[in-house]
Protein backbone atom coordinates (compact mmCIF):
# COMPACT_ATOMS: atom_id res chain seq x y z
CA UNK A 1 0.00 0.00 0.00
CA UNK A 2 1.24 3.38 -0.97
CA UNK A 3 1.48 6.07 2.00
CA UNK A 4 -1.12 8.70 1.60
CA UNK A 5 0.59 11.82 3.00
CA UNK A 6 -2.81 13.49 3.62
CA UNK A 7 -3.48 11.04 5.76
CA UNK A 8 -3.73 11.02 9.71
CA UNK A 9 -3.96 9.20 13.10
CA UNK A 10 -7.53 9.85 14.44
CA UNK A 11 -7.20 12.30 17.02
CA UNK A 12 -7.78 11.35 20.65
CA UNK A 13 -11.56 12.73 20.04
CA UNK A 14 -12.10 10.37 17.25
CA UNK A 15 -11.03 7.55 18.88
CA UNK A 16 -12.76 8.36 21.82
CA UNK A 17 -16.27 8.71 19.83
CA UNK A 18 -15.29 5.55 17.59
CA UNK A 19 -14.65 3.65 20.24
CA UNK A 20 -17.95 4.55 22.40
CA UNK A 21 -20.21 3.80 19.20
CA UNK A 22 -18.28 0.45 18.86
CA UNK A 23 -18.77 -0.27 22.63
CA UNK A 24 -22.54 -2.17 22.26
CA UNK A 25 -22.28 -5.69 20.81
CA UNK A 26 -24.10 -6.04 16.95
CA UNK A 27 -22.18 -8.55 14.46
CA UNK A 28 -19.27 -7.21 13.28
CA UNK A 29 -18.35 -5.24 15.95
CA UNK A 30 -15.47 -7.25 17.06
CA UNK A 31 -13.38 -6.75 14.14
CA UNK A 32 -14.82 -2.75 13.54
CA UNK A 33 -13.06 -2.44 16.83
CA UNK A 34 -9.76 -4.16 16.10
CA UNK A 35 -9.66 -1.82 13.00
CA UNK A 36 -9.36 0.97 15.15
CA UNK A 37 -5.66 1.01 16.20
CA UNK A 38 -4.74 1.41 12.51
CA UNK A 39 -7.52 3.54 11.44
CA UNK A 40 -6.43 7.00 9.56
CA UNK A 41 -8.53 10.16 8.50
CA UNK A 42 -8.15 10.85 4.70
CA UNK A 43 -10.09 13.95 5.17
CA UNK A 44 -12.96 16.63 6.29
CA UNK A 45 -16.05 16.49 4.77
CA UNK A 46 -15.82 20.68 4.75
CA UNK A 47 -13.50 22.67 5.56
CA UNK A 48 -15.00 23.04 9.38
CA UNK A 49 -16.71 20.13 9.37
CA UNK A 50 -16.02 17.32 12.38
CA UNK A 51 -17.11 14.62 9.86
CA UNK A 52 -14.31 12.59 8.93
CA UNK A 53 -13.64 10.15 5.75
CA UNK A 54 -11.55 7.40 7.32
CA UNK A 55 -9.18 4.11 5.89
CA UNK A 56 -8.49 1.18 7.34
CA UNK A 57 -4.94 -0.99 5.64
CA UNK A 58 -6.48 -3.67 3.11
CA UNK A 59 -4.36 -6.22 5.33
CA UNK A 60 -6.38 -5.85 8.24
CA UNK A 61 -9.38 -8.41 8.98
CA UNK A 62 -13.22 -6.94 7.54
CA UNK A 63 -16.23 -7.38 9.43
CA UNK A 64 -18.69 -9.33 8.23
CA UNK A 65 -21.03 -6.18 7.81
CA UNK A 66 -22.86 -4.59 5.21
CA UNK A 67 -22.20 -1.50 3.72
CA UNK A 68 -23.76 1.35 5.03
CA UNK A 69 -24.22 2.90 8.86
CA UNK A 70 -23.54 0.36 11.65
CA UNK A 71 -26.16 -0.54 13.40
CA UNK A 72 -25.18 1.54 16.64
CA UNK A 73 -26.13 5.12 16.91
CA UNK A 74 -24.91 8.05 18.94
CA UNK A 75 -27.92 10.78 19.79
CA UNK A 76 -26.33 13.97 20.76
CA UNK A 77 -27.60 16.29 23.08
CA UNK A 78 -26.63 19.82 24.45
CA UNK A 79 -25.92 20.91 27.96
CA UNK A 80 -29.21 21.36 28.48
CA UNK A 81 -30.67 18.10 27.57
CA UNK A 82 -32.37 18.93 24.03
CA UNK A 83 -31.50 16.78 21.21
CA UNK A 84 -28.80 18.23 18.86
CA UNK A 85 -27.56 15.63 16.28
CA UNK A 86 -26.67 11.63 16.22
CA UNK A 87 -23.37 10.62 15.49
CA UNK A 88 -23.22 8.02 12.07
CA UNK A 89 -19.89 5.17 11.75
CA UNK A 90 -19.88 4.32 8.03
CA UNK A 91 -18.08 1.09 7.11
CA UNK A 92 -17.86 -0.10 3.33
CA UNK A 93 -16.33 -3.01 2.19
CA UNK A 94 -16.17 -4.62 6.21
CA UNK A 95 -14.06 -1.35 6.69
CA UNK A 96 -14.42 1.44 8.74
CA UNK A 97 -14.76 4.30 6.00
CA UNK A 98 -16.38 7.58 7.31
CA UNK A 99 -17.34 9.11 10.94
CA UNK A 100 -20.25 11.13 10.65
CA UNK A 101 -22.04 13.97 13.24
CA UNK A 102 -25.27 15.27 11.41
CA UNK A 103 -27.00 18.02 13.66
CA UNK A 104 -30.32 19.03 13.72
CA UNK A 105 -31.34 23.04 13.52
CA UNK A 106 -29.38 25.91 11.48
CA UNK A 107 -25.64 26.25 13.21
CA UNK A 108 -23.07 23.51 12.06
CA UNK A 109 -20.68 21.93 14.67
CA UNK A 110 -17.13 23.04 14.02
CA UNK A 111 -16.51 19.69 16.52
CA UNK A 112 -17.09 16.52 17.74
CA UNK A 113 -19.49 16.43 21.03
CA UNK A 114 -18.03 15.55 24.33
CA UNK A 115 -18.56 11.91 24.64
CA UNK A 116 -20.99 12.53 28.08
CA UNK A 117 -23.68 14.14 26.03
CA UNK A 118 -23.74 10.99 23.61
CA UNK A 119 -26.38 8.23 24.11
CA UNK A 120 -25.49 5.10 22.31
CA UNK A 121 -28.24 3.00 21.09
CA UNK A 122 -28.29 -0.13 18.44
CA UNK A 123 -30.74 -0.83 16.53
Do not use: C, K
Not at 13 to 31: I, K, M, N
Amino acid sequence: MTDHPATRPLSHLERRTLAQLLAPEFPGVQELRNQLPETRVTGPWGAESPSVDLEVPADIPAAPIEDGIIPATGTVTDDSGQLFGELLVWVSGGRLSALEFSWYGDTAPTELPDPGLVTVTVQ
